[in-house]
């Protein structure tokens, strides 16, 4: 496509974009002056009036930054995994905020060129070139999404390059729900769904290989092998989501609904795969089932995989000279306190490995965050950070703890008790402290940004249509709005906010771009919006 006719496109899709934002309500937002310098701020994207490259000059360092970290088994880039690494730190040191850090902030806006129906999460390689799951999230607007696809775009405009379909549920029978992205040190992607995996050349999309995985005790139609995660040998270590016998619903939420109706998840399975030639390693079954992802890191000079489970967290190890899954029998704890529901991901911070308890909702009891040492699962510490519930209120917490091990801090998002905290740990004892507490909804990670004595913590922050509609009618219907915020790690502050779009795909992801772009996936929307901020110019006297 000629400039000319590519500048044309942008400004129509703008005009559309900034047309839609007005009706559904998302009109100017007053964040004290605005990009033009006056009192009332304009949308950001009426402000941006156009795709958005973010700062160039920028580039280069941001990618130099991030080669000098290492991530064996991954391709050196921003956001080469589905959250930044192995241990799915959540942590882009070489991300750069270009607003200001004291002075007043605007967010400019532009919605992606193409749509990019059910779409999950963004990849970038290198800068200029973004990489897109979608087709497996079904909306009220879609309930019947055909993928899961991957797609790769342009990271200023989201024109599309290709498109690579791997399923269609509406044809093959087969369960579809979320299924991540990651890119191997070749530039090629290793994607999983259902019992399949594939290599897919990464400049063309051509489907290299393909294999079929062990579902274990499960019926193949109710596997999901969404958790694929890179040990530093390079070998693929995936574990499967199990939906429950009986459901017969798509997309990742069948999970927490069939489970609400009293149905039952089979056992999960670990396995092990070759990134070259897909060949099956090796495979263990798990005694129970594990919807939420698993995390890799060393432990001493062996590879560990850390896991939490329907009640328990474990600890599992891979040996690449013998090829062998195993279990580690010292290390198995019981996070959960009475009445609390389920566990997400793991996360590493320093010596200790954090829950987040209640992911899935819980009327009974409030979630906890609670810590376990790598070298003594005897030592454990647990904090509530956001009180005990009172009547009527409810507790969800999806997401994995967000985390930043050089300064201590855990982050926990409740999105039932509408809160996100920030909890200090002493580094020895294991001691939690609440640091601050904010009032904000998301049912999304908490990523930081940023070197580590300037650290942004980055959340999406839920307007409900209705101040106090419940939280579950609120996700059955995705009928609120959602912004991005940039926060003070230490103090939970804003320091720069967006004007509120269509929901974020529930438990997504907010990636960071090249020259201080961040990215925010849609699927209630059309495609996906590229954010930057900036600082206001003062007015002149």
């Known amino acids: 496509m000629s400039r000319k006719a590519l500048l044309a496109a942008a400004s129509l899709a703008v005009t559309f974009a900034t047309a839609a934002a007005f009706i559904q309500g998302q009109g100017p937002s007053i964040q004290g002056q605005g990009p033009s310098g006056t009192d009332k701020a304009r949308s950001g994207i009426e402000a941006a009036n156009g795709p958005i490259p973010g700062d160039v000059n920028l580039y280069a360092r941001e990618l130099a930054c991030q080669r000098a970290i290492p991530t064996p088994g991954y391709y050196s880039s921003l956001n080469g995994a589905e ?46 070139e973004l990489y ?53 040190p070749d530039g090629n992607i290793a994607f999983a769904w259902s019992h399949f995996i594939a290599l897919v050349d990464g400049d063309t999309g051509l489907i290299l290989k393909t294999n079929s995985l062990p579902s274990g005790e499960a019926p193949q139609e109710d596997v999901n092998f969404k958790h694929l995660t890179i040990a ?7 574990k499967d989501q199990t939906r429950p016998v009986g459901c017969t619903l798509q997309g990742t939420m069948a999970i927490i609904a069939c489970v609400k109706q009293g149905m039952k998840m089979p056992n999960s399975v670990l396995v092990a795969v070759d990134p ?9 079954p798990l005694p129970e089932p594990a919807p939420s992802p698993h995390i890799i890191a060393p432990y001493g000079d062996r590879i560990a995989i850390y896991m939490g489970m329907a009640e328990t967290a474990a600890r599992y190890f891979w040996d690449p000279k013998s090829k062998k899954l195993s279990a580690d029998k010292s290390w ?14 793991p996360t590493i911070v320093g010596d200790w490995v954090a829950i987040q308890t209640n992911g899935l909702f819980s009327d009974q009891k409030a979630s906890s965050v609670v810590v376990i040492h790598q070298d003594d699962a005897g030592r454990t510490g647990t904090i509530f950070p956001f009180g005990e519930l009172k009547p009527g209120e409810w507790s969800f ?7 930043d091990p050089e300064n201590h801090m855990i982050y926990s998002a409740d999105m039932g008790m509408r809160k996100v905290a920030g909890i200090r740990i002493d580094p020895k004892s294991g001691k939690l402290e609440t640091a601050f507490v904010v009032d904000d909804i998301t049912n999304t990670f908490q990523p930081v940004f940023g070197p580590a004595d300037k650290r942004l913590l980055i959340l999406t922050n839920i307007k409900l249509a209705a101040e106090k509609e419940p939280i579950t009618e609120a996700l059955s219907k995705s009928n609120y709005t959602e912004q991005l915020t940039w926060r003070d790690a230490a103090t939970g502050e804003i320091v720069a906010q967006s004007d509120f779009f269509e929901p974020l795909t529930a438990n997504s992801l907010t990636p960071p771009g090249f020259g201080g772009r961040v990215y925010f996936p849609t699927a209630m ?15 002149k006297k």
């Open 83 to 128: 959250i930044s690494d192995a241990r799915r730190s959540g942590i882009f040191p070489c991300a750069t905020f270009t607003g200001s850090l004291d002075g007043p902030n605007a967010v400019y806006a532009f919605r992606s060129l193409d749509d990019y129906p059910g779409i999950s999460y963004i990849n970038n390689r290198k800068p200029g």
């Open 132 to 184: 897109i799951v979608g087709g497996e999230f079904p909306t009220p607007r879609d309930p019947r999404q055909v993928g899961p696809y991957i797609a790769k775009a342009d990271a200023a405009t989201g024109r599309q390059i290709w498109r690579t379909y791997l399923d269609n549920p509406n044809v093959s029978g087969r369960w579809i729900a979320n299924a991540n992205l990651n890119i191997l």
């Open 232 to 238: 530093p040998d390079g070998t693929l270590i995936l």
């Open 276 to 284: 070259k030639t897909l060949e099956v390693l090796d495979s263990l």
């Open 332 to 345: 198995v704890v019981r996070p959960l306190a009475k009445g609390q529901k389920a566990m997400t991901a």
């Open 397 to 403: 917490a999806p997401p994995k703890n967000g985390a």
């Open 525 to 539: 929307g059309e495609g996906f919006y590229i954010l930057q901020p900036m600082p206001i110019a003062e007015k």
